[in-house]
């Protein structure tokens, strides 16, 4: 295996707007295609970007009625069942990125959630809050929200041990990454010292009661400090609140720090574009970053232009996206989430539960040999029809002959563009045997299996 | 493995890294070269295939284990005085989780050492000299952010971003397989292959081989493995090999029975990731199947808090890396086959404890090396720094004085009878410290 390279795209994916639907989406169905065929590639981008405006009203709803514990505060689910709590969140999560409308949202909501990981094993029901009050709020809002959102969440505060921290022992655990992981990057020119001396500034960040964010002036480190170029003066405890100052400070130079508009773009860029952006790219992104005050949506616009897109590799689906697809492809009736959210941990991806906090890789030698757990999941999915859990319908693909069978799969898996090699296998398949519901469904299975539905 | 043949041996990774050498493939966006550098024709073959070599175990300590409480310095004064609440008893300390005295110097915590007596955990293998400590060790690169130092030392060279490869991937690189047609020569005992093992020719991350199945009908499996191999045959790589060593290995698996097997010496693995993966590594071994190397993980140690190596979380963690490393030294190594395992963490912790009862990110720390090969029943260290607060790196961590890759050298090197040093840890002249036998 050569690890660390590119895949050129399918010589199929001929088309740009395809290749935007297939970066903004999780999977291009039919209903998609039509749409931004209807939009243009502008148009379409512009209608994702800005989702406020995009009905979400059905999914919503679901969401509410399946997964009620979602809408509590953490004072409630403090004593809610934590096991109830962490199905909710995994399997709403799934359940909005496979049914809502706001694709790209979220998409965004993914990648973010992998940048400010955390561990629902460390911070439990505190997540909840996190996800809604800091991911999905800020997903396509502006990065500098979202960082100083994240610094005062609860479930962050825990799970990078800053509520352990206090003048006397500051603990270096958050201090260190939200430079490394969520702002500088780890070459962003940060020293030991600025780690020591940045969690020294923020003693007295912590959490009460049930979650709830405190600036606790008593355990805050009043003596002056020195880093990233800044001198903070000497305090006293008799400034009480106002010593939250000297963290909020340290955030808003994070946020306008050069090496911060390189690192989110660098991550943007891979994750929307690329996994090897150029050195141009992250320029012309940054440089947005900067104009815009770290606006997401003014630089995705700049991310997925007509120029870049088309000559753009292809990217391997990670577990969730290429589960997902597979909802959005074979769109079920789902009653229950608690099979396909089992399933999600099989393939090796279960939802808030990366424990370190560099979230899941998103790179193709980590992902690229773990095939079998997806063809055995192409197998379960393709086979459900359960009036309880998960039901797909193979009526309309049994309606015709087998190849009409096929042209319905192009259109549903693989937005019109199915690769010639797979449109053959799966051809030969099923003429295989007698066509009837086990043959469809074995064929979806190998259509869910097969190389190009791994990729996008 | 004395005979030394600089022709082309025609083994077939041989001539698959020559030709990645060699080509410039307009698909790949990293070159070749970059993957495998220049000097790789180099490379020296054995002609030797019926080889007497180890199988290797490599386990990963992710999060940065503390030495300091896995092998404990108690004859060090400043060990005390650094940790207030969260030290080990001396041995001859009266009280009931006191540590298990090595050898004058350092000792095993009872989550090492199975209880206050020494009885079990990792005694047996060190009384036995099967097991050797290394202690103030970890990497030159004084990275304390976890996924710099992990990478680095998975990768076997220190701040080289152009080198993707694992040391343990390039030795499998770099040597012909144990078995010519084995499907699989390595797996990662995890959902996506380990740093460590990325560049290694046949070899899969294997979360659970006990149960590695594409599902689905009995009848038709076979049919559908078949689009599979069909489907994929035209892939771009890496998939395609993937799915090829994936399609061969669903069919290798299926005829090792993983459910039935027992256990020699009455070893029993704890049930837990850590202990199942062992259990299923050893399992391959003895199946005979070509297995020739196995990447573990075990998280858990970056104990940044409430760290209670006496009774609470990383007593835990101890006591489940300690009993399931002893289930397979008794299952697998006591009984004779020919395996090493070696253990290492991305770097130590501080000295001191933190105002959280748990130490945060420091530099040396301890590996550990097991098997029959290995010249062990010993604790060692180059000059050991001491922990008084001057002699300590940056004034606060244990000093770093053996290069882990020192260590694994030797091992590649003399148990693993892999002459390419220079391949396998790039740019790096070890010293051989005399731990094999």
């Known amino acids: ?456 | 493995m004395d005979e030394r043949h600089e022709e082309d041996c025609g083994c077939q990774e041989y001539n698959e890294l020559s030709r990645r050498q060699f080509l410039t493939s307009a698909a790949a966006g990293v070159s070749a070269a970059a993957v495998f550098p220049a000097w790789l024709p180099k490379i020296v073959m054995s002609k030797n295939y019926a080889s007497n070599r180890d199988i290797i175990v490599s386990v990963f300590m992710r999060g940065g284990a503390d030495g300091l409480s896995l092998v404990a310095p108690f004859a060090d004064a400043n060990y005390y005085t650094s940790r207030s609440t969260i030290a080990i008893p001396r041995p001859d300390a009266t009280a009931g989780t006191k540590g298990v005295n090595l050898d004058g110097f350092f000792m095993f915590p009872q989550a090492m050492a199975g209880d206050a007596a020494g009885n079990g955990g990792l005694m047996p293998a060190f009384k036995a000299t099967d097991l050797l400590v290394v202690h103030a060790t970890g990497q030159l690169n004084n990275s304390r952010s976890h996924f710099d130092a992990q990478r680095y030392m998975e990768v076997g060279k220190p701040v080289d971003p152009a080198l993707v490869t694992g040391w343990l991937g390039r030795h499998l690189a770099s040597i012909p397989p144990l078995n010519p047609t084995a499907p699989l020569r390595a797996l990662g005992v995890a959902n996506g292959l380990q740093k460590t093992l990325v560049g290694a020719p046949k070899t899969l991350p294997i979360a659970d081989p006990t149960n590695y199945s594409v599902g689905g009908a009995a009848a038709t499996q076979t049919q559908r493995l078949g689009f599979m191999q069909t489907d994929y045959a035209g892939a771009e790589e890496p998939l395609k090999s993937a799915a090829l060593d994936a399609t061969n290995t669903v069919n290798l698996l299926k005829t090792v029975n993983f459910a039935g097997y027992k256990t020699a010496n009455n070893a029993v693995y704890p049930n837990t990731s850590f202990g199942r993966a062992l259990r299923s590594v050893a399992v391959l071994i003895k199946s005979d199947v070509g297995i020739e190397a196995a990447q573990v993980d075990i998280g858990g140690w970056d104990t940044h808090s409430a760290q209670d190596p006496l009774a609470g979380s990383m007593f835990r963690t101890m006591q489940d890396f300690s009993n399931s490393l002893a289930a397979f030294y008794a299952d697998v190594i006591a009984t004779g086959y020919s395996v090493t395992v070696v253990a290492v963490s991305e770097f130590g912790r501080n000295v001191r404890e933190n105002g959280s009862q748990g130490t945060d990110h420091g530099r040396g720390t301890v590996m550990f090396a097991m098997g029959k090969g290995i010249a062990g029943g010993r604790v060692i260290t180059k000059n050991w720094p001491g922990l008084a607060r001057e002699n300590l790196e940056s004034g606060q961590d244990l000093k770093v004085t053996v290069d882990y890759r020192d260590i694994l050298a030797e091992i590649v090197q003399k148990r693993l009878a892999n002459p390419n040093l220079s391949f396998v840890f790039p740019s790096w002249t070890p010293t051989m410290l005399g731990v094999t036998r």
């Open chain 1, 1 to 456: 295996m050569r690890p660390n390279e590119t895949v050129a795209a399918f010589a199929e994916w001929e088309s740009t707007l395809g290749r935007l639907v297939r970066r903004v989406t999780y999977g291009p169905t039919v209903a998609e295609t039509t749409k931004a065929t209807q939009l243009g590639f502008q148009g379409y981008l512009n209608y994702q970007l800005n989702y406020t405006r995009i009905n979400d009203d059905a999914v919503e709803t679901a969401v509410a009625s399946k997964w009620p514990l979602l809408a509590q505060s953490s004072d409630v689910l403090f004593s809610s069942d934590a096991g109830q709590v962490r199905a909710q969140l995994q399997e709403a999560t799934i359940y909005r990125a496979a049914f809502s409308q706001r694709q790209l949202y979220h998409r965004m909501v993914e990648f973010w959630s992998d940048h400010f990981n955390q561990d629902m094993d460390k911070v439990g029901y505190l997540l909840v809050a996190d996800m809604r009050d800091v991911i999905r709020k800020h997903a396509l809002g502006k990065f500098p929200d979202m960082l100083k959102a994240s610094a005062h969440s609860p479930s962050m505060l825990a799970y990078l041990d800053q509520t352990q921290s206090r003048n006397t022992a500051p603990n270096q655990n958050y201090a260190r990454e939200i430079m490394e992981l969520h702002t500088l990057g780890v070459d962003g020119g940060y020293t030991q010292d600025d780690v020591a001396a940045l969690s020294r500034v923020l003693t007295g960040w912590t959490i009460q009661g049930r979650g709830n964010f405190v600036f606790n002036p008593a355990i805050h480190d009043w003596t002056a400090k020195t880093l990233l170029g800044v001198t903070i003066p000497a305090g006293s405890p008799s400034l009480g609140q106002a010593g939250i100052n000297e963290g909020e400070q340290m955030l808003e130079l994070l946020v306008n720090h050069p090496s911060t508009a390189r690192y989110i773009s660098t991550k943007m860029l891979m994750w929307l574009l690329t996994p090897t952006p150029t050195e141009t790219q992250i320029s012309a992104i940054a440089s947005v970053y900067k104009a815009t005050g770290g606006d997401i949506k003014s630089m995705i616009r700049a991310i997925l232009n007509d120029a870049w897109l088309p000559v753009a590799p292809m990217k391997l689906r990670r577990p969730f996206h290429f589960l997902v697809a597979s909802l959005r492809s074979t769109n079920p009736t789902v009653t229950t989430m608690t099979t396909i959210n089992g399933q999600l941990n099989n393939l090796g991806q279960g939802l808030f539960a990366w424990d370190t906090p560099d979230g899941y890789p998103d790179k193709i030698e980590y992902w690229a040999g773990n095939i079998v757990p997806r063809w055995g999941y192409a197998s379960v999915i393709s086979a459900l029809n359960s009036t309880t859990s998960v039901a797909v319908d193979t009526t309309a693909y049994r309606a015709g002959s087998p190849d009409a069978a096929v042209d319905l799969i192009d259109q549903n898996f693989f937005g019109g563009e199915m690769p010639l090699v797979t449109r053959n296998a799966l051809l030969t398949y099923i003429k295989g045997g007698t066509f009837n519901d086990t043959r469809v469904r074995e064929t979806i299975g190998l259509a869910v299996s097969a190389n190009a539905f791994q990729w996008y």
